[in-house]
């Protein structure tokens, strides 16, 4: 399978070399990217490990992991067989990608859900059910500064754990109401019990299975 850029996150370049100003806005990852793609804007790879799926994370994350695969495939391009005039990714290009990713986006975006639902748990503890709240109450609830405010209410809009309310007002801005949802009261303990005392059921065991591997954060599929 090949893996070629997105024209979508490789933007172009002002004359002279300056970045744009959408380029200077995104991540380190994103401006890695586009500078592997100057050193090797062609060629193709084929990636034998294209199975490999990032687990609980935002779709984007997987192209990145494609690209990152591509581009490091084609900087150990000596040392790659090739196939079809295309070099051939190995074990050790993809796991200097995943590693690569953890280090820039994955083990800051996993702590940064975790926090978002740590707040979540403490505005729910700490409000009624349907209540109305400005930034400044969730900031005065929460604790922390006007900016970190407002990049956990996005967090929580874009989870569907909290939500606008009408259109936004002069003196305190938009308000919102927390979303709370009803969790699940059977544990995946009991539905192992259950299985093994009932009938097999094969999507059951998947989905214990799955739960019971969840500190996995990648699916290898070799």
Partial sequence: MSSV????????QKRGGQPTKELKSRNPLQILIKTLHEIFPTGETINPFYRIKLRDYPTEYQHYLKLLTHYITQINQK????????????REDIMASLNMLE?????????QKQQAEAIYEVLKEN???GQLLSARNIAGIIQVQKSQTNRFIQ???EKKQLE??????KSVGYLYRLIQTEE?????????KKNQTTKRDPIADEIAEEF???????????
């Fill in 5 to 12: 850029p997105n024209s979508k996150i490789l933007s172009k």
């Fill in 79 to 90: 040392h790659r067989a090739m196939e079809k005039q295309r070099f051939v990714t190995s």
């Fill in 103 to 111: 280090i820039v986006v994955l083990k800051q975006y996993r702590g």
């Fill in 127 to 129: 409000t009624q059910k």
């Fill in 155 to 157: 967090n929580l809009l």
């Fill in 164 to 169: 606008k309310v009408g259109n936004p007002h």
């Fill in 184 to 192: 699940e009261t059977e544990s995946i303990q009991e539905i192992i």
């Fill in 212 to 222: 019971s591997d969840n500190e996995n954060y990648y699916k290898n599929e070799f």
